[in-house]
T-cell receptor
Framework: QKEVEQNSGPLSVPEGAIASLNCTYSDRGSQSFFWYRQYSGKSPELIMSIYSNGDKEDGRFTAQLNKASQYVSLLIRDSQPSDSATYLCAVSPSNQFYFGTGTSLTVIP | SQTIHQWPATLVQPVGSPLSLECTVEGTSNPNLYWYRQAAGRGLQLLFYSVGIGQISSEVPQNLSASRPQDRQFILSSKKLLLSDSGFYLC?????????????FGPGTRLTVL
């Protein structure tokens, strides 16, 4: 079983819509959760971190964590074409760091 | 502020040739350092990590090796490249204070083995 799983997509949304990206993880001891954005040909860029159950908002981005369900999500409101990228979910259970394979998002103008 | 550098940015090498990729971090001390490889259309594969000078842990047995000769320098090497070594090599660091779980990536080196 993979430690971190994401739908590979591609996910397409129209400009201005809400994009919803999902991630599940297997290690119940995980304490830290991250979302990275990776543009084609570029390195991953950290956009959100979340450590507690519930929602965390930063601008147009909202991360949601449910440790009981082992589920973390990222919502992007008012999606823009510049949000088109691959989004990587990462989970850190005590000194280990596991990445999902990423979800490709395309925002259609 | 902290910055991380990698070079070269791109590299084309023949099969069987040696490899040396370098990563340096500025603005911090005693970082944990990591080498990842991302093959085309694939996820991130952790290759090596280091918690200090001369301390290297290998995650995947292969023809690659890593060294950390200085606190903020991490080097990835190979004596003989294989075709399967092609990929996007990423160096990452995380602080040992503050938010130690957070990893930050360098710009990467795109390696093509022909």
């Amino acid at each position: 079983q993979k430690e971190v799983e994401q739908n590979s997509g591609p996910l397409s949304v129209p400009e201005g819509a809400i994009a919803s990206l999902n991630c599940t993880y297997s290690d119940r001891g995980s304490q830290s959760f991250f979302w990275y954005r990776q543009y084609s040909g570029k390195s991953p860029e950290l956009i959100m971190s979340i450590y507690s159950n519930g929602d965390k908002e930063d601008g147009r981005f909202t991360a949601q964590l449910n440790k009981a369900s082992q589920y973390v999500s990222l919502l992007i409101r008012d999606s823009q074409p510049s949000d088109s990228a691959t989004y990587l979910c990462a989970v850190s259970p005590s000194n280990q760091f596991y990445f999902g394979t990423g979800t490709s998002l395309t925002v259609i103008p | 502020s902290q910055t991380i550098h990698q070079w070269p940015a791109t590299l084309v090498q023949p099969v069987g040739s040696p490899l040396s990729l370098e990563c340096t971090v500025e603005g911090t001390s005693n970082p944990n350092l990591y080498w990842y490889r991302q093959a085309a259309g694939r996820g991130l594969q952790l290759l090596f990590y280091s918690v200090g000078i001369g301390q290297i842990s290998s995650e995947v047995p292969q023809n690659l090796s890593a060294s950390r000769p200085q606190d903020r320098q991490f080097i990835l090497s190979s004596k003989k490249l294989l075709l399967s070594d092609s990929g996007f090599y990423l160096c990452a660091w995380n602080p040992t204070e503050g938010y130690p779980d957070t990893q930050y990536f360098g710009p990467g080196t795109r390696l093509t083995v022909l």
